[in-house]
Nanobody, 132 residues
Framework: QVQLVESGGGVVQSGDSLRLSCAAP????????IGWFRQAPGKEREAVSC????????YYADSVKGRFTVSRDRTKNTAYLEMSNLKPEDTAIYYC?????????????????????????WGKGSQVTVSS
C-alpha cells in the first residue's frame, strides 16, 4: 500500500509564501501524476495543481496561476507545491494525491488533474491558513 507523506502548510499572513511537499517512500511514481486538491469549509474540493512525474507537464487552477508553482524531483520521488502571494481565499486543507492507474494517452493535464478517476492514493492533508 502506497502512503503519501505530506509536509508543509501552516499559518501565514496574506502575501506570504509556503511550500508543500508530497513524497511516496518506497514507491516509484514515474508513470503517474501527483496533484494537490484543496477543500475549504463549506466548499467543494478543488483541483489546485498537478504535475506529471515523467515530463513535468503541469496543470494549474485559474485561481492560482501565476502564484503557485508545482515541481517534482524524480530522484526523491517527491513533488512540491510552492505557494506565493497567498491570499485568505487560499485557506483550506490541501491534500496530496497520486494516480494508481495510468490515464489514456490522449488525456491532457487539465482533464487528468480535474478527474479523480485515476487517483488511488491520498495524503492526510495539510492545513493552510492565510490571515488578512
Amino acid at each position: 500500500q502506497v502512503q503519501l507523506v505530506e509536509s508543509g502548510g501552516g499559518v501565514v499572513q496574506s502575501g506570504d509564501s509556503l511550500r508543500l511537499s508530497c513524497a511516496a517512500p518506497g514507491f516509484t511514481l514515474d508513470y503517474y501524476a501527483i496533484g494537490w486538491f484543496r477543500q475549504a469549509p463549506g466548499k467543494e474540493r478543488e483541483a489546485v495543481s498537478c504535475v506529471k512525474m515523467t515530463d513535468g507537464s503541469t496543470y494549474y487552477a485559474d485561481s492560482v496561476k501565476g502564484r503557485f508553482t508545482v515541481s517534482r524531483d524524480r530522484t526523491k520521488n517527491t513533488a512540491y507545491l510552492e505557494m506565493s502571494n497567498l491570499k485568505p481565499e487560499d485557506t483550506a486543507i490541501y491534500y496530496c494525491a497520486a494516480e494508481s492507474r495510468r490515464p489514456p494517452s490522449w488525456m491532457n493535464m487539465d482533464e487528468r488533474c480535474k478527474t479523480v478517476e485515476y487517483i488511488g492514493y491520498w495524503g492526510k492533508g495539510s492545513q493552510v491558513t492565510v490571515s488578512s
